[in-house]
């Protein structure tokens, strides 16, 4: 089974609107941190955002939110007023500790096309 | 800040040559680990360590060796190369608890295996 579920291959969003990107997880530990990277067409990764499984407070940071439902195993990036910099791929990840063992799974990504 | 360092940015071998891709960060984390990235895949892990002298197998070991002799070092080994390992490889380190310390990546290393 796939630990972490992104459905949407592409999208495309008009410049200023609000985007939600998709993520579903899949693990028995209690205890576990949801991730959201981007990664430009330069190919670099730029960490975005974090959430950590017993965090009560969905997370945000500028115009970045994560949208955590614990029940739903979900953990929807929101982008707020996007901007065409925003144009890039972003994968969702979850890092669990399966008894010592910390490994940090990734998503296939979304492609997100920011339209002028 | 030099952050983490990956050696070479561009690589191309021959079926059966082997070669070794560096790693270096700066910030003495304790978590090293490598990752490639291929179209539709995402990326899949294939070592990682905890610490020195410490190293396990991700998702996708096979042809691949570590070693982790330091803090700050963490190569990958291609044994003998192929086609099949034509892919981007990125070396990503974390410090402290694993549920609040995002990866922070190296730059990449792209690698053709004709």
């Known amino acids: 089974a796939q630990k972490i579920t992104q459905t949407q291959p592409g999208m495309f969003v008009q410049e200023k609107e609000a985007v939600t990107l998709d993520c579903t997880y899949d693990?028995?530990?209690?205890?576990?941190?949801l991730f959201w990277y981007k990664q430009p067409s330069s190919g670099e990764m730029i960490f975005l955002i974090y959430?950590?499984?017993?965090?009560?407070q969905n997370a945000t940071e500028g115009r970045y939110s994560l949208n955590f439902q614990k029940a739903r195993k979900s953990a929807n990036l929101v982008i707020s007023a996007s901007q065409l910099g925003d144009s890039a791929m972003y994968f969702c990840a979850m890092r669990e500790s399966n008894f010592g063992n910390e490994k940090l799974t990734f998503g296939t990504g979304t492609r997100l096309t920011i339209i002028p | 800040n030099a952050g983490v360092t990956q050696t070479p940015k561009f690589q191309v071998l021959k079926t059966g040559q082997s070669m070794t891709l560096q790693c270096a960060q700066d910030?003495?984390?304790?978590?090293m680990s490598w990752y490639r990235q291929d179209p539709g895949m995402g990326l899949r892990l294939i070592h990682y360590?905890?610490?020195?002298?410490?190293?396990d197998q991700g998702e996708v070991p096979n042809g691949y060796n570590v070693s982790r002799s330091t803090t700050e070092d963490f190569p990958l080994r291609l044994l003998s190369a192929a086609p099949s390992q034509t892919s981007v490889y990125f070396c990503?380190?974390?410090?402290?608890?694993?549920?609040?310390?995002?990866?922070?990546f190296g730059n990449g290393t792209r690698l053709t295996v004709t």
């Open positions: 360590s905890v610490g020195a002298g410490i190293t």
């Open positions: 910030m003495n984390h304790e978590y």
């Open positions: 959430q950590g499984s017993y965090d009560q």
């Open positions: 990503a380190s974390s410090s402290g608890d694993i549920y609040n310390s995002p990866l922070h």
């Open positions: 693990t028995s530990d209690p205890s576990y941190g």
